[in-house]
T-cell receptor, first 111, second 115 residues
Framework: GESVGLHLPTLSVQEGDNSIINCAYS??????FIWYKQESGKGPQFIIDIRSNMDKRQGQRVTVLLNKTVKHLSLQIAATQPGDSAVYFCAENPPRRALTFGSGTRLQVQP | GAVVSQHPSRVICKSGTSVKIECRSL??????MFWYRQFPKQSLMLMATSNEGSKATYEQGVEKDKFLINHASLTLSTLTVTSAHPEDSSFYICSARIGSEGEQYFGPGTRLTVT
């Protein structure tokens, strides 16, 4: 289930289940979006990106969905594995500006 | 390709001293570099954007005299935290971009602890 902690909401799933992590972005001018995975003590690791002219993009075991009408992004991870446990951030990129990160979701995969 | 390194990975300094963090793009030239700060259990917050050869642009609320940024070459940017205080303890992460748009490549971060 999903719970809200002091700072980061946490999503707990069973190994093998599919995970869906959601994100709301703020700038309607953003035209490029990226999902990052961050493990403890490390920098963000690129997972998948999508441009605003698309509403879905698939990678290996991951899918990103973009709904520009409601400014919403989601990351779907298929067959979640213990190695997927980390904090996941969405980031939006307005043209010619720096990436702005969302608040993040901690994914805990139970074996 | 597109590797960004940071040095040091961890640093402990005493209150009142200054500490310099380096960010290098190892296999590409970075027109623009960015510095982010991340407190425990929080997201990455942009501190400043620097373009090679020009002054950095700081985000609102970030003191430019305290966080000195130098981007002297296309492969190196430095962040100097001056007169550090315990509240400056944080995880500092740089990223680099090849042009004016496109993917940002992130470094592994530097953990600063001010005692």
């Amino acid at each position: 289930g999903e719970s809200v902690g002091l700072h980061l909401p946490t999503l707990s799933v069973q190994e093998g289940d599919n995970s869906i992590i959601n994100c709301a972005y703020s700038n309607s001018a953003s035209d490029y979006f990226i999902w990052y995975k961050q493990e403890s003590g490390k920098g963000p690791q690129f997972i998948i990106d999508i441009r605003s002219n698309m509403d879905k993009r698939q990678g290996q075991r991951v899918t990103v969905l973009l709904n520009k009408t409601v400014k919403h992004l989601s990351l779907q991870i298929a067959a979640t594995q213990p190695g997927d446990s980390a904090v996941y951030f969405c980031a939006e990129n307005p043209p010619r500006r720096a990436l702005t990160f969302g608040s993040g979701t901690r994914l805990q995969v139970q074996p | 390709g597109a590797v960004v390194s940071q040095h040091p990975s961890r640093v402990i300094c005493k209150s009142g001293t200054s500490v310099k963090i380096e960010c290098r793009s190892l296999d590409f030239q970075a027109t623009t570099m960015f510095w982010y700060r991340q407190f425990p259990k929080q997201s990455l917050m942009l501190m400043a954007t620097s373009n090679e050869g020009s002054k950095a642009t700081y985000e609102q609320g970030v003191e430019k005299d305290k966080f000195l940024i130098n981007h002297a070459s296309l492969t190196l940017s430095t962040l100097t935290v001056t007169s550090a205080h315990p509240e400056d303890s944080s995880f500092y992460i740089c990223s680099a971009r090849i042009g004016s748009e496109g993917e940002q490549y992130f470094g592994p971060g530097t953990r600063l602890t001010v005692t």
